[in-house]
């Protein structure tokens, strides 16, 4: 129908840090049980936001609804390689990449840079020309703080586990001078589901 829209999102992330459990929260399968994932696997689910209600009657806004194509990855070192395929193939509009504050912080910081440099495979293999797309792509970069259930973090003590990822963080940024960044804290198995949409929204805002 000519109101939807997609929002194509490649899922990354260390092992274990819920990728798999997210995607199933969104679905609206239950998230407890995952296994560690082997391949890539793309799932949809077609949604209305939760904001649609508050435009006009008038608006379109109102009655669109989002195709979101989320393409999950194994996080398993060995199986990275994979993720440069997973956000080429499927022509990702954007990257979610999440985090867990019990991982270890420098596992995870490989794992930033390793989606980091596979996104700009995916561009191109010839590094310059991956630079230069990478310089006029309009693309979303989310980091999601996943689990804040295991730990006893207040919003500031979150904020300050993100902040030991910044400089990775301010390379993405100067590398796509275009691209959206944004950040949430959840929970995927404790979250009501309006914390989960809200990151759907977001999406939806940066990308259109
Ligand atoms: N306590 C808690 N556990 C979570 C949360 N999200 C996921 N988990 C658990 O973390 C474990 C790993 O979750 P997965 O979703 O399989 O992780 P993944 O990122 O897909 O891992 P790979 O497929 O190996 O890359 C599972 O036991 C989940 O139940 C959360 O918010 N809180
Ligand atoms: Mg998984």
Redesign the pocket.
């Known amino acids: 129908m000519v109101l939807d829209r997609d929002i194509r999102l490649t899922i990354l ?1 260390n ?8 995607i199933k929260r969104m679905k609206g399968d239950d ?2 049980v ?4 082997m391949e890539i696997n793309v799932e949809k689910k077609k949604i209305s936001l939760l904001s649609a209600v508050k435009h006009s009657k008038l608006s379109l806004e109102r009655y669109r609804k989002y195709n979101v194509i989320a393409v ?1 990855t ?3 070192f060995k199986l990275r390689r994979k993720w440069r395929e997973a956000m080429r193939k499927y022509k990702t509009d954007g990257m979610l990449f ?1 985090l867990d504050p019990s991982q270890p912080i420098e596992t995870q910081r490989v794992a930033m840079e390793d989606s980091f440099n596979y996104f700009l495979d995916s561009l191109s293999l010839d590094p310059d020309k991956a630079d230069k797309k990478a310089r006029q792509k309009k693309t979303l970069f989310f980091f999601v703080v ?5 730990i006893d973090y207040n919003l500031e003590q979150a904020n300050r586990f993100l902040s030991n990822f910044s400089m990775v963080i301010d390379d993405y940024k100067m590398t796509f001078p275009f691209a959206a960044f944004e950040q949430a804290f959840i ?4 979250s009501p589901y309006e914390e989960i949409n809200e990151i759907f929204e977001k999406c939806k805002e940066a990308l259109y």
């Open positions: 992330g092992t274990g840090v819920g990728k798999t459990s997210l998230p407890t995952t296994e560690k994932s999950d194994p996080g398993d999440m996943n689990k804040m259930d295991t929970s995927v198995l404790e």
